[in-house]
Nanobody
Framework: QVQLVESGGGLVQAGGSLRLACAAS????????MGWFRQAPGKEREFVAAISWSGGNRIYADSVKGRFTISRDNAKNTVYLQMNSLKPEDTAVYYC???????????????????WGQGTQVTVSS
């Protein structure tokens, strides 16, 4: 049974940092791209960042570019999201996901992601 478990969320002041982790179990995803998405209250879920199977290609939403960094450790079947210079508008539930259809290429298209975690809450106070 495939399972993705996010951790590392919490409450932080504006300007602070958090590091999210997403551990996968049930099978290896070393050949798959992985991504982070988020959903703020009353809003649609949106793309945040994605990383290719090797980690060689990373893409980001414009709203987080320069502040967030996605990385992965295939030996640990884990993907990370380092979030710096956090803003109140970053407040959301953050989800990690696995892209089963892109052949390991990082993409921003939510419909390509098949496995999802349960989410971790990030709250940024002003």
């Amino acid at each position: 049974q495939v399972q993705l478990v996010e951790s590392g969320g919490g409450l932080v002041q504006a300007g602070g940092s958090l590091r999210l982790a997403c551990a996968a179990s049930g099978r290896t995803f070393s050949s798959r791209a992985m991504g982070w998405f988020r959903q703020a209250p009353g809003k649609e879920r949106e793309f945040v960042a994605a990383i290719s199977w090797s980690g060689g290609n990373r893409i980001y939403a414009d709203s987080v570019k320069g502040r967030f960094t996605i990385s992965r450790d295939n030996a640990k079947n884990t993907v990370y999201l380092q979030m710096n210079s956090l803003k109140p508008e970053d407040t959301a539930v953050y989800y990690c996901a696995v892209n089963e259809v892109s052949g390991g290429i990082a993409t921003m298209w939510e419909y390509e992601y098949d496995y999802w975690g349960q989410g971790t809450q990030v709250t940024v106070s002003s």
